[in-house]
């Protein structure tokens, strides 16, 4: 999904979310937030939160490969 596409993606979520309310409640917002992150997933990206997660189970994956790398050249 190009950049244009994704803002008219999320254009059209807040349209149909607000479209017959006169205030914004936080059910709504809530909506709105899983909705537009979707869309933004969808291209490839992740919160920064996933992000550090990620990197955390990485590290570990790869401190383990160093581990049993060292393990085998020791036999």
């Known amino acids: ?3 244009k596409e994704t803002v008219k993606a999320i254009i059209e979520v ?3 979310k607000t479209q017959n309310i006169n205030h914004v409640n936080d059910e709504v917002i809530s909506s709105l937030h899983e909705e537009i ?3 933004i997933e969808s291209m490839g990206y992740v ?3 996933r992000y550090k997660g990620l ?3 990485i590290k570990h994956l790869e401190n383990r490969i160093n581990d049993l ?4 050249k020791s036999d």
């Open 47 to 49: 919160k920064q939160e």
């Open 69 to 72: 790398e060292k393990e085998h």
């Open 55 to 57: 990197l955390q189970v």
């Open 37 to 39: 992150t979707k869309i």
């Open 1 to 3: 999904m190009s950049s």
């Open 14 to 16: 807040l349209k149909d």
